[in-house]
């Protein structure tokens, strides 16, 4: 599991934070003497839903050496009785990992469970340019660039996913993702394949729209580096979609402007692709109310439709 803690200022006691995969979390106060710690809330346990346990997966990046982790969750059976759909849920910036042994991470959130208990294989890993890595693995591999290496690690992981998994139906993939994930799936769906759909959440789809504090330490400064920019933009790569899209933001959102997904239907709609497109009036970066429920079950029927 994973701990994260937080000190008292005297440093003789500490808040300690503890999940699972599997287990929600628990919030305790510890002595730093180490003496037992005292429970002060835990959440309710999962035990009794049977929850899928996730297989943890070692692969190589598209170099052939580096070791990306990634996390398999297997169906006890297919929707189609045949080889098995999968989902490929993404993040794979440098803000975030998804496969990590962590309450609501990569393919164990509830969501993915659900779908993985009505018979899709749910697929994540962490490609270079996330965290938790050290810099090389992180920084210095998307350096000037946003999307390319990233989706030749997804792309090399999932062939060696499918050859050690003959079960899974290579022709029934699709990839989804919030953010950064929006984009990775946005970016995916412009350059490859290998993807049948893709649901695109917030996505950034230009970085010049985005705030210069976070894109300017990966791609540089516009003025300087502006072909960083240029390779990384969506919009103009419209005519190149391949697969289904669902394209969803917030108008409101304060962290990925919905100019992104704008200028993106602007672009499908002069490159004459169909595709289908959500906003959720007045809701930010994290869609909340009866309007995430909303967004689930259009995820799922979405996904459904395209995969069985």
């Not at 920084?139 to 062939?159: M, P, R």
């Not at 210069?212 to 990966?218: F, I, L, P, Q």
């Amino acid at each position: 599991g994973t701990h994260t803690v937080k000190f008292a200022d005297d440093g003789q006691h500490y808040a300690d934070m503890y999940s699972a995969n599997l287990i929600p979390p628990k919030r305790s106060v510890c002595a730093a003497a180490g003496s037992p710690c005292y429970s002060l809330w835990e959440s309710r346990s999962v035990a009794q839903y049977d929850w899928l346990r996730p297989t943890d997966l070692e692969l190589k990046a598209a170099d052939g050496t580096l070791p990306l982790y990634g996390q398999l969750l297997m169906p006890t059976q297919s929707p189609s009785g045949g080889k098995i759909p999968l989902i490929v849920e993404i993040y794979g910036g440098p803000a975030g990992q998804t496969v990590r042994n962590t309450w609501g991470a990569g393919v164990t959130d509830p969501f993915e469970e659900m779908m993985a208990q009505e018979g899709y294989a749910i697929f994540s890993v962490d490609n270079r340019g996330t965290p938790n890595r050290g810099r090389d693995f992180m920084a210095s591999a998307i350096h000037h660039q946003f999307g390319s290496v990233e989706l030749k690690d997804q792309l090399a992981a999932l062939d060696q996913l499918f050859r050690q998994n003959p079960s899974l139906d290579n022709s029934r993939v699709c990839i989804w993702g919030w953010s950064n994930g929006g984009s990775m799936t946005m970016y995916s769906l412009l350059h490859s394949k290998a993807y049948k759909c893709g649901v695109a959440g917030a996505p950034v789809t230009d970085w010049r729209l985005y705030d210069s504090t976070y894109t300017e330490r990966y791609l540089g400064v516009p003025k300087d580096k502006p072909k960083s920019y240029e390779e990384s933009a969506m919009p103009p790569l419209a005519e190149h979609l391949n697969g289904s899209l669902l394209l969803i933001h917030g108008t409101s959102d304060d962290n990925v402007h919905v100019q992104n997904s704008i200028a993106m239907v602007n672009s499908l709609i002069n490159a004459k692709k169909q595709f289908r497109l959500m906003f959720y009036p007045g809701k930010t970066h994290g869609v909340t109310g009866d309007a995430r429920i909303h967004l689930f079950h259009m995820v799922r029927d979405f996904l459904e439709e395209n995969l069985r």
